[in-house]
């Protein structure tokens, strides 16, 4: 026998998605119950302050389920009318198609790609839990809240999950609690010929609590595993429901015909009248109304957390204003000073070091200035340089500045989100620049939030020498920079290094990419007004003795070559002019009047960088060159590699004389 409360979320969903002409009732249908008992009994969060820092998150990990999200934030007295659900997957409305963060009031992450959300979550307990050490105090925790994930069987087939759940057993992470949908459907139908694994021995092995065999449907039972896993606090917890899609459904319940198509006028008259919903499309009774509403519950909940967190403030003032100000997202009063002279440091030095070095030196700047900086690598550690002096490994017993994500770079991207997401933490996570294509849907996925967690990637080009074509990125930086809102940065010495990492944490709305060699690089001396056009984008970093006849454009190792290259056209009365793009993503976004200064149109271009040449004829031009690399490499030494493929000061004379017709 269904529920009331229950059948309130079936027939919104249903409703919504008929009127829609689009969308899947079948999982929100399916799992009605156990949205009913998590968000009425047990979900703490306030309705009227969506962004509570002490509240619980609520990840619906397989997101194409929206419905079921829209109709408990409607329900639960959120920022979400009728008419908002009336818009479903509508123009600009509230209810996209797939939960979108920053549309909508209580969508915690934006899901849809299957096995991001349940990472995003585990981003998300991990968050909780480096916060709970670092700011809890005995008798004040202020940081103690659960993350609550559904998800189905789609989420469970991507690899990602494997990855995020396993590191979730081994970092202990007893806050996350995931609640499976079990319903043996997909899109193909049932999963029996694609999908036969032991999900409940399967997470055992990953060091998960496990409830198994739940009724779905039975609020009695859920209520019962989601107490029971609230009271083991040194696991994570996934408890499986075995429900049925569409659940409810006069006729096509149990079918994977409800998974992602309208029921139609007739199912639906039928599934009212099996439920015995004498209501009209969208009508919701008051008194179903009063059994949902969290406005109540949740304010207190959050007067209760305020007088504590008060008292808190009263006997740790800088802890308090420093938790403030991390969750505000806000830098530190001193952030910019101490850049500055951080900045002026490091052009003293004019150190001659891999980009990659350059990377760590400014890591152990920033440790020091932002405390909320959280690092990690994808076991690549010693080879990413991404350590610093007081770095710490975060472990099943520690909280700690430091994640070793192991061999899991798409699930280190998508949990470096969730940290983003929970607030209070500014994460970055590293591997080789080859493998951000593991990682690809998850920086998407940042970029299209808005969000700003910090992507580093080591062993830039050809460079990286004798691993050989399998390791060396050839078009991955300009697949890159084709994200939108996604800035990409490839530094060319120390000092465009620092200017990245700084600039990525100033970032308030978009991602970065930020790329280091694994070859020495010589360091570029700069004026004041130079290293200020350097958060530019691109700017003129040696300009040619005399009138320019032409522009060299170059990135990170190939602009010591352009200057090199400079050099020997000079001997030839030949001057032209040296452009350091570090980030195009910004040079884009500067007036025309700076670029125009910074490229003229009237001389020839020609851009050098070791990768596909794709991307920069804009910048070039029609009368411009492109010097770069439109094949796969080889596996040799580095000098020799560049030498083989025109990364030579001979070759680029040549190309700029070919423009020049010398």
């Given at each position: 026998m269904t529920s009331?409360t229950?059948?309130a979320?079936r027939?919104?969903a249903?409703?919504?998605i008929?009127?829609?002409n689009?969308g899947?009732?079948?999982?929100p249908?399916?799992?009605?119950?156990?949205?009913?008992v998590?968000?009425r009994?047990?979900?703490h969060?306030?309705?009227?302050?969506?962004?509570?820092a002490?509240?619980?998150r609520?990840v619906?990990?397989?997101?194409?389920a929206s419905m079921?999200?829209?109709?408990l934030?409607?329900?639960?007295?959120y920022?979400?009318?009728t008419?908002d659900l009336k818009?479903?997957?509508?123009?600009h409305?509230k209810t996209?198609?797939?939960?979108?963060y920053?549309?909508t009031?209580g969508?915690?992450?934006t899901?849809?790609?299957?096995?991001?959300?349940?990472?995003n979550?585990?981003?998300?307990a991990l968050?909780?839990?480096?916060?709970?050490e670092?700011?809890?105090?005995p008798?004040?925790?202020?940081v103690?809240?659960?993350?609550?994930?559904?998800?189905?069987d789609?989420?469970l087939m991507?690899?990602?999950?494997?990855e995020?759940?396993?590191?979730?057993?081994?970092?202990?992470l007893?806050?996350l609690?995931v609640l499976?949908?079990?319903?043996?459907?997909?899109i193909?139908g049932k999963?029996?010929g694609w999908?036969t694994e032991?999900?409940p021995e399967r997470?055992?092995?990953?060091g998960w609590?496990?409830?198994?065999?739940?009724d779905?449907?039975?609020?009695?039972a859920?209520?019962?595993a989601?107490?029971?896993?609230?009271?083991e606090?040194?696991k994570?917890?996934?408890?499986c429901?075995?429900?049925i899609i569409?659940?409810?459904a006069?006729?096509?319940?149990?079918?994977?015909?409800?998974?992602?198509?309208?029921?139609?006028?007739d199912e639906?008259a039928a599934?009212?009248a099996?439920?015995n919903w004498?209501?009209?499309?969208f009508?919701?009774?008051?008194s179903?109304y009063?059994?949902?509403?969290?406005?109540?519950?949740?304010?207190?909940l959050?007067?209760?957390?305020?007088?504590?967190?008060?008292?808190y403030r009263?006997?740790?003032?800088?802890?308090a204003a420093?938790f403030?100000?991390?969750?505000a997202n806000?830098?530190p009063?001193?952030?910019n000073a101490?850049?500055?002279?951080?900045?002026a440091?490091?052009?003293a030095k004019?150190?001659?070091?891999?980009?990659?070095?350059?990377?760590?030196?400014?890591?152990?700047?920033?440790?020091?200035?932002?405390?909320?900086?959280?690092?990690?690598?994808?076991?690549?550690?010693?080879?990413?340089?991404?350590d610093w002096?007081?770095?710490?490994?975060?472990t099943?017993?520690?909280?700690g500045?430091y994640?070793?994500?192991?061999?899991?770079?798409?699930?280190?991207a998508?949990?470096?989100?969730g940290?983003?997401?929970?607030?209070?933490?500014?994460p970055f996570?590293?591997?080789?620049?080859?493998?951000s294509e593991?990682?690809?849907?998850?920086?998407r996925?940042?970029?299209l939030?808005?969000?700003?967690p910090?992507?580093v990637?080591?062993?830039?080009?050809?460079?990286l020498?004798?691993?050989?074509?399998?390791?060396?990125p050839?078009?991955?930086?300009?697949?890159?920079?084709?994200?939108?809102n996604?800035?990409?940065?490839?530094?060319?010495?120390t000092v465009?290094s620092l200017?990245?990492?700084?600039?990525?944490?100033r970032?308030?709305?978009?991602?970065?990419?930020?790329i280091?060699?694994?070859?020495?690089?010589?360091?570029?001396?700069?004026?004041a007004?130079?290293?200020a056009?350097?958060?530019?984008?691109?700017?003129?970093l040696?300009?040619?003795?005399?009138?320019?006849?032409a522009?060299?454009?170059?990135t990170?190792s190939?602009?010591?070559?352009?200057i090199?290259a400079q050099?020997?056209?000079?001997k030839q009365?030949?001057?032209?002019?040296v452009?350091?793009?570090p980030?195009t993503?910004?040079?884009d976004?500067q007036e025309?009047a700076?670029?125009t200064?910074?490229?003229?149109?009237?001389?020839p271009?020609?851009?050098i960088?070791?990768g596909v040449?794709?991307g920069?004829?804009k910048?070039v031009?029609?009368?411009?060159?492109?010097?770069?690399?439109d094949?796969?490499g080889?596996?040799?030494?580095?000098?020799q590699?560049f030498?083989?493929?025109?990364?030579t000061?001979?070759?680029?004379?040549?190309?700029?004389?070919?423009?020049?017709?010398?």
């Amino acid at each position: 026998m269904t529920s009331p409360t229950a059948n309130a979320i079936r027939f919104l969903a249903i409703d919504a998605i008929q009127k829609a002409n689009s969308g899947h009732p079948g999982a929100p249908m399916g799992m009605a119950e156990m949205a009913d008992v998590l968000w009425r009994e047990f979900l703490h969060h306030n309705p009227a302050n969506p962004y509570f820092a002490n509240r619980d998150r609520f990840v619906l990990s397989n997101g194409h389920a929206s419905m079921l999200l829209y109709s408990l934030l409607h329900l639960s007295g959120y920022q979400v009318s009728t008419e908002d659900l009336k818009n479903f997957r509508q123009w600009h409305s509230k209810t996209p198609g797939h939960p979108e963060y920053g549309y909508t009031d209580g969508v915690e992450t934006t899901t849809g790609p299957l096995g991001q959300g349940i990472a995003n979550a585990v981003g998300m307990a991990l968050a909780e839990k480096i916060l709970a050490e670092q700011f809890n105090e005995p008798n004040f925790a202020i940081v103690d809240h659960h993350t609550y994930v559904f998800l189905g069987d789609g989420c469970l087939m991507e690899g990602i999950s494997h990855e995020a759940c396993s590191l979730a057993g081994t970092l202990g992470l007893g806050k996350l609690i995931v609640l499976y949908d079990d319903n043996n459907i997909s899109i193909d139908g049932k999963v029996d010929g694609w999908f036969t694994e032991n999900i409940p021995e399967r997470f055992a092995a990953y060091g998960w609590h496990v409830v198994p065999k739940i009724d779905g449907h039975d609020t009695a039972a859920i209520r019962a595993a989601i107490a029971e896993a609230k009271a083991e606090i040194g696991k994570p917890s996934i408890i499986c429901c075995k429900t049925i899609i569409g659940k409810g459904a006069a006729n096509k319940a149990g079918s994977h015909k409800t998974h992602g198509s309208p029921l139609g006028a007739d199912e639906i008259a039928a599934t009212r009248a099996a439920l015995n919903w004498q209501y009209p499309a969208f009508e919701i009774p008051q008194s179903i109304y009063d059994a949902w509403s969290a406005k109540a519950a949740g304010a207190q909940l959050e007067n209760e957390w305020n007088a504590l967190f008060a008292r808190y403030r009263a006997q740790y003032p800088e802890k308090a204003a420093e938790f403030e100000r991390r969750m505000a997202n806000r830098l530190p009063e001193n952030f910019n000073a101490d850049i500055q002279a951080a900045l002026a440091t490091v052009c003293a030095k004019a150190e001659t070091i891999a980009t990659r070095k350059a990377s760590q030196n400014s890591i152990e700047i920033l440790a020091h200035v932002l405390p909320e900086l959280v690092g990690g690598s994808a076991d690549l550690t010693p080879s990413n340089l991404t350590d610093w002096s007081a770095s710490r490994a975060v472990t099943a017993s520690s909280g700690g500045n430091y994640i070793h994500y192991g061999v899991r770079e798409f699930g280190m991207a998508a949990m470096m989100n969730g940290l983003t997401l929970h607030g209070g933490i500014k994460p970055f996570g590293a591997t080789f620049l080859m493998f951000s294509e593991y990682a690809r849907n998850a920086l998407r996925m940042a970029a299209l939030m808005k969000i700003n967690p910090i992507f580093v990637f080591t062993h830039d080009s050809i460079g990286l020498g004798e691993d050989g074509p399998t390791h060396q990125p050839i078009e991955q930086t300009a697949t890159l920079r084709l994200i939108p809102n996604m800035s990409v940065w490839r530094p060319c010495d120390t000092v465009e290094s620092l200017a990245a990492w700084a600039h990525a944490a100033r970032a308030a709305d978009h991602p970065s990419c930020l790329i280091f060699s694994r070859q020495n690089l010589p360091f570029m001396p700069r004026n004041a007004a130079q290293i200020a056009q350097i958060e530019r984008g691109g700017y003129l970093l040696r300009e040619g003795e005399g009138e320019a006849r032409a522009v060299l454009i170059a990135t990170g190792s190939e602009v010591a070559l352009a200057i090199d290259a400079q050099a020997a056209l000079a001997k030839q009365g030949i001057a032209v002019n040296v452009v350091s793009m570090p980030n195009t993503f910004l040079f884009d976004r500067q007036e025309a009047a700076y670029r125009t200064d910074v490229l003229p149109p009237h001389l020839p271009r020609i851009a050098i960088e070791a990768g596909v040449t794709n991307g920069w004829h804009k910048y070039v031009g029609s009368n411009g060159a492109i010097i770069g690399i439109d094949h796969f490499g080889e596996s040799a030494p580095a000098e020799q590699l560049f030498h083989a493929f025109g990364f030579t000061v001979e070759h680029v004379v040549d190309v700029v004389k070919q423009q020049l017709a010398v």
